[in-house]
């Protein structure tokens, strides 16, 4: 199974300010994803990373608000910028390996005030 | 648009008791379904995996089975025990989706000594 480690694992940030979150996995993986997790909800996917190219946006997630870097085939950033509270999440990096299953990081635990 | 719920959103059993979580979906076009585990401020860990060809599977005490036909899984959790208090979350990835997952609502379970 993948390892994956995160980096923060919790801030605390002041609105309007800028974050980024880093990604590693222990194994080469082609995709990559990241979801946010809002107080009491559930997942929702952000977008996808592949080494590469450009990262693939889910409707409501735009590329100025969370720029992907995608470097290599074993790490990945998200960054959240121009922070408000609404931005207040669990962030999670996510990958697929053979046969067909996701795994997922610890998460980060933000914080906007 | 695929949709996935899980009922109930909340359950509390004395321990030893056996757990029956739900989990429905309104596509049965799916390649997959999982069945995570988060704690709270936490990742999530991969406890099932059932490919769409398969009815069950079984890890030690957890037992999961697949109806696609009529949308539903079920989680089974033997003889219950306090250190299995947690959210359980139910993921399709779906063939309309690609490789992305879609996740219900969760589970919080809470297993009283």
């Known amino acids: 199974s993948a390892v994956i480690s995160q980096k923060p694992s919790r801030d605390i940030c002041q609105r309007g300010t800028s974050l980024t979150i880093q990604c590693q996995v222990d194994?080469?993986?082609?995709?990559m994803f990241w979801y946010r997790q809002q107080p009491g909800q559930s997942l929702t996917l952000i977008a996808t990373a592949n080494q590469g190219s450009e990262a693939t946006y889910e409707s409501g997630f735009v590329i100025d608000k969370f720029p992907i870097s995608r470097p290599n085939l074993t790490f990945s950033t998200l960054t959240v910028s121009n922070m408000s509270p609404e931005d207040s999440s669990i962030y999670l990096c996510?990958?697929?390996?053979?046969?067909?299953?996701?795994?997922f990081g610890p998460g980060t635990r933000l914080t906007v005030l | 648009k695929q949709e996935v719920t899980q009922i109930p959103a909340a359950l509390s059993v004395p321990e030893g008791e056996n757990l029956v979580l739900n989990c429905s979906f309104t596509d049965s076009a799916i390649y997959n379904l999982q069945w995570f585990r988060q704690d709270p401020g936490k990742g999530l860990t991969s406890l099932l995996l059932i490919q769409s060809s398969q009815r069950e599977q079984t890890s030690g005490r957890l037992n999961a089975s697949l109806d696609k036909s009529s949308g539903r899984s079920t989680l089974y959790i033997a003889a219950s025990q306090p250190g299995d208090s947690a959210t359980y979350l139910c993921a399709v990835k779906g063939k309309a989706a690609g490789n992305k997952l879609t996740f219900g609502g969760g589970t919080r379970v809470l297993v009283k000594p």
């Open positions: 996510s990958v697929v390996q053979i046969p067909d299953t996701q795994y």
């Open positions: 194994s080469q993986v082609t995709m």
